[in-house]
């Protein structure tokens, strides 16, 4: 239905892509998010797709910080491309490389793909993600490393993904993502609603007694309470 409500658009919006995608340093940051968002946003409406977004107040005003949502499956980054006011990269994992139109957004985010089996390549991607926050990009890290496949339920949250944080000494912003699984996991028809929630950061003087270990706890356990309330309220 994404594709279909916008056949009009999607061919020239598929040339487009292809060509950013292609040569990412010919565009801004700021210019591959708003072409991007302006995708997203089509094929959110064609779908039935309805992004509701709270706590925008909360992302800092300079950049330099980084998102940690929960993972739920290849539509969270789209679902945060429009709920983010402000560009963001990713580090994703190297498996989705080949996957069409991710692949390209991603080369247009310039993100960074991560080889989980490779202990120095995971190393030089913690390394230049830090120096990139530390210099004004915002980065996105899904701290569970794979997709949680039990619904809204969490993962444990990775230490090791908060490593470019700490080396960074930048805000880290908790992400709760809710029902992002159901636009490309669940075959139907019907509206989806997703929810988007960006809870209060942490900053470097907050965190900089803790290990990554605990930082990582103390972001899940964040995320998982609010989780828990909005469970609750949609009852």
């Known amino acids: 239905m994404m594709v279909l409500r916008n056949w009009y658009y999607v061919p020239f919006a598929w040339i487009r892509l292809c060509w950013r995608a ?12 708003v072409f991007l968002r302006d995708i997203t946003r089509r094929a959110n409406k ?11 107040e909360n992302i800092p005003e ?4 980084m998102y940690f949502p929960n993972h739920q499956g290849l539509y969270d ?4 491309l429009e709920a983010s006011p402000t560009p963001f990269s990713v580090v994703a ?24 089996e490779n ?25 569970e490393g794979t997709r949680s496949k039990n619904g809204n339920e969490t993962l444990e949250f990775k230490s090791g993904s908060f490593k470019s944080a700490t080396k960074a000494k930048c805000p880290v912003v908790p992400v709760v993502l809710v029902n992002s ?22 900053y470097y003087e907050e965190y900089k007694e803790m290990k990554t270990k605990e930082l990582a706890a103390c972001v899940k356990a964040r995320i998982d309470e609010k989780m828990s309330y909005v469970g609750k309220i949609n009852q």
Do not use: W
Request: aromatic share 10%; hydrophobic share 45%.
């Open 62 to 65: 300079k950049d330099g910080f």
């Open 93 to 116: 994992k190297k498996e989705i490389k080949d996957i069409p139109f991710l692949k390209q957004v991603l080369s247009c985010m310039r993100a960074f793909l991560l080889d989980r």
């Open 22 to 33: 292609a040569h990412p340093d010919k565009y801004t940051d700021y210019e591959h998010f």
């Open 181 to 202: 699984f159901k636009p490309f996991d669940i075959s139907s028809l019907a509206p989806v609603d997703v929810e988007v929630h960006f809870l209060k950061p942490l």
């Open 46 to 56: 064609g779908g039935n797709v309805h992004i509701t977004v709270t706590g925008r």
């Open 77 to 80: 980054v789209l679902a945060m």
């Open 119 to 143: 202990v120095r390549q995971a190393m030089e991607v913690i390394i230049n993600v830090s120096e990139e926050v530390a210099k004004g990009r915002n980065y996105l890290i899904f701290a």
